[in-house]
């Protein structure tokens, strides 16, 4: 095993350094966007595509950058580790010398060393997992989302202080995202001294009946249950919740504030809390956005659209004041330039983090998702 994974790193590794040298050498900026383009959680990847799209018409009717075109490179990672890998080597010999992506947290950590290999900008619109910018093993990586320890206490502060709960389960799905985003809601619990966690413990994602865990919760005693994951085991979840009559609450993370929880849940999302990207709808570039989606696609913007699209005009506006694809002048640009998005006006931190953006809390009312003041 050890000599395939060492042949196997040697191959991608070779790969990368046979790949274009990223500096605008070709004929057009290759520009990648990988994500979920099929499966379950499509809806949060397609959007970014179109947010690429979009930003990158733009910038070519214009006359691109410096004379050059943008070309758009599209892979699909269906949100899965094994597969991001793949996508993230077609990427690098396709010679993408920057990339919008990838849409979930363990298929970005999969992908990144891959381009970290290939000294490639990578840039994400959703993938909270705290390590992606605080291990400092990825320099080339920066996010246009916060991270999931400062959304964890959103949701934390929220059921101790808003909704008063003092007896709290916690569980996930075992994934790099779900369970990051669990501990970290655990450790606020526990360190708050006004609630316990009564239970903590992990799911199966794809499962068929999750009766089992919700027996456990109300077994535990909890108030409210905080889960670390992605809609479709939500929509399982409060489902069995309902037939189980176990009224309590039920708040989670942005993997579940998106429209597409609503529809698979149907009834039973009703009174659901979730934490999200701040509402910025009312900013001017944010209606534009959406205004341009609606006019382009004839539909409605999906999940981390503005996010999406605010990465591609600070990627965009990188490269063209770099006047280069080479990392070390794009990741200077993104960090000392202030670009004005949809979500307003930002830049990047030291670690790839943007300034400026933080989560809110939702709830389904209505079968829509509110943001709670």
Excluded: W
Excluded at 57 to 73: P, R, S, T, W
Excluded at 148 to 175: R, S, Y
Excluded at 320 to 346: C, F, H, M, R, Y
């Amino acid at each position: 095993m050890r000599s395939k994974k060492i042949l196997a790193a040697a191959s991608v590794l070779m790969l990368a350094l046979s790949a274009p040298v990223a500096g605008m050498a070709g004929d057009t900026i290759k520009f990648g966007v990988a994500g979920a383009h099929s499966g379950d959680l499509a809806s949060y990847g397609l959007p970014t595509v179109n947010a690429a799209k979009l930003v990158i018409d733009q910038v070519n009717a214009k006359g691109g950058i410096n004379g050059k075109k943008i070309e758009l490179l599209v892979e699909d990672d269906v949100c899965k580790p094994e597969v991001a890998t793949n996508s993230a080597t077609k990427l690098v010999s396709q010679g993408a010398e920057v990339v919008l992506g990838h849409i979930c947290s363990g298929a970005t950590k999969s992908a990144l060393p891959i381009y970290t290999n290939a000294n490639i900008l990578v840039m994400s619109p959703s993938a909270t997992n705290p390590e992606l910018t605080y291990s400092g093993e990825y320099p080339n990586f920066f996010r246009t989302i916060a991270p999931d320890d400062m959304q964890a206490k959103v949701d934390v502060d929220f059921a101790l202080n808003k909704l008063g709960h003092t007896k709290i389960a916690v569980i996930h799905d075992k994934g790099d995202y779900g369970k990051g985003f669990a501990e970290f809601a655990k450790s606020f619990v526990e360190k708050s001294g006004k609630a316990e966690v009564v239970l903590f413990e992990g799911v199966t994602p794809g499962a068929v009946d999750y009766s089992a865990i919700v027996q456990k919760i109300k077994k535990s005693g909890a108030q409210a249950v905080i889960f670390g994951g992605y809609h479709p085991e939500a929509a399982k979840i409060v489902g069995m919740m309902k037939k189980k009559r176990l009224k309590i609450d039920f708040l989670s993370d942005d993997g579940v504030k998106d429209d597409t929880f609503i529809k698979v849940a149907g009834a039973d999302a009703e009174g659901v809390y979730a934490s999200g990207p701040k509402d910025t709808t009312g900013n001017p570039l944010s209606k534009a956005a959406f205004a341009e989606h609606k006019k382009v696609f004839n539909a409605d913007a999906g999940a981390f659209y503005e996010n999406a699209y605010t990465a591609a005009l600070a990627m965009v506006n990188a490269i063209e004041k770099a006047g280069s694809t080479d990392l070390a002048a794009l990741k200077k640009a993104l960090q000392t330039e202030k670009v004005d998005t949809p979500l307003g006006t930002i830049y990047f931190d030291d670690k790839g983090d943007a300034v400026g953006i933080g989560f809110s809390v939702y709830q389904v009312q209505n079968g829509k998702f509110v943001e709670l003041k």
